[in-house]
């Protein structure tokens, strides 16, 4: 990743949702969902395809009005925010640019609107790794590219808060690792940033946050290392509770898992190791546990994907198995996130 920074971001600025509702027609798209998202943190925003995820965004984003409750970006709605784009940049959808602009005109286009200098233009190119790219029409732009395009887009102003809706999607593995080191080099300089996906998985290396939502509802929220649990190993042997007995002796918690496993509250494998010799006991496996997120997700957010249709949904007290046409500013709210 480049080194060349983004201008100053002075100080940290919060993401605050309360109560946030949005119906469309009867249908409960988000519902009373409160969250917070902390400066100088990477936030995961998951949930599976239909939880409601780019409809908080929008809501966050002033694209679309709550039906009840509020968001708010450093304590004010979006529309009251004196400089927006110096406060919050976005990235929602990475399809919505003109085809026959060049990336680089139409970044200049917006840095105009926001009274910025074209050097700003050219030093976002270079920072999200599409310099060569300025010049080819966005129409001919890869996913990948389409996605770093809006990703500059969004760092025009050099905002307090980036707003992402999956902005992995269409990356390669490098392009994923890339958006990595650059989302944590800025949260570094103290943005506050909320990345949205419907996988744990594709985050997990990146996010330090999570706010996890079903149905609209939230799940669960906290640090992701909440989420993974104490780090422990697994230890395969012939006699599992000799072994555990051994290892109480030795101040060293275990307990039985699946398969004859003893998972051990300890990451020390060499005391571990010496506590199994000392019993006489055979090692057969000895290696770190891991969480497993792919089914802890799954356990949290299962069967409530809405999109699938009726069999698949879980629905909420007041959501009826159609949905309610869609809301007029909702669907010019999904224009222009980026313009
Ligand atoms: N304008 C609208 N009118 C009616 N229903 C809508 C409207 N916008 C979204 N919905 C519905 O609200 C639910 C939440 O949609 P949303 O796009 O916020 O989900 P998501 O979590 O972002 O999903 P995905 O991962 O598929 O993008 C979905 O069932 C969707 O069909």
Redesign the pocket.
């Known amino acids: 990743m480049t080194t060349a920074q983004t201008t100053t971001s002075t100080r940290g600025a919060r993401i605050e949702a309360r109560d946030l509702t949005?119906t469309?027609?009867a249908?409960k798209?988000?519902d009373t969902l409160s969250f917070e998202v902390e400066p100088g943190r990477i936030t995961g925003f998951l949930?599976?395809?239909?939880?409601?995820?780019?409809?908080?965004?929008?809501m966050l984003l002033g694209l679309?009005h709550p039906t009840a409750g509020s968001a708010t970006i450093d304590g004010q709605k979006y529309h009251d925010l004196d400089h927006p784009q110096s406060i919050v940049g976005s990235a929602l959808e990475a399809t919505n640019f003109h085809p026959g602009r060049s990336g680089r005109d139409h970044l200049r286009v917006l840095a105009a609107a926001g009274g910025l200098p074209d050097s700003r233009v050219d030093e976002l190119l270079e920072l999200t790794g599409i310099p060569a790219a300025a010049r080819k029409r966005a129409g001919e732009y890869s996913m990948g590219m389409r996605q770093r395009l809006g990703l500059a887009a969004a760092l025009l102003g050099d905002p307090r808060v980036l707003i992402l809706?999956?902005p992995s999607n269409g990356l390669d593995p490098e392009g994923i690792r890339w958006l990595r080191g650059f989302l944590r080099h800025l949260s570094n300089e103290g943005k506050t940033i909320l990345v949205?996906s419907?996988l744990l998985q594709e985050v997990e290396q990146t996010v330090d946050d999570v706010v996890i939502?079903a149905n609209?509802r939230m799940v669960r929220s906290g640090a992701m290392s909440e989420l993974r649990g104490a780090p422990s190993t697994i230890v395969r042997t012939s006699d599992p509770a000799q072994l555990a007995g051994a290892l109480r002796v030795a101040d060293v918690l275990a307990q039985p898992g699946d398969d004859g496993e003893l998972i051990v509250e300890t990451t020390d494998k060499r005391l571990v190791g010496d506590v199994a010799l000392r019993a006489g006991l055979p090692i057969w496996e000895l290696r770190d546990r891991k969480a497993d997120l792919e089914a802890l997700f799954f356990e949290l957010t299962e069967g409530t994907?809405?999109?699938l249709g009726d069999g698949n949904a879980v629905p909420t007290a007041t959501a009826p198995t159609t949905?309610?046409?869609?809301?007029t500013d909702?669907?010019s709210?999904?224009e222009g996130a980026n313009e």
């Open positions: 949005k469309f027609g249908f798209a988000v949930g599976p395809n239909g939880a409601g995820k780019t409809t908080t965004l929008r679309i809706d999956e949205s419907h939502i609209g994907n809405r999109n949905h309610a046409p869609h809301e909702a669907i709210g999904q």
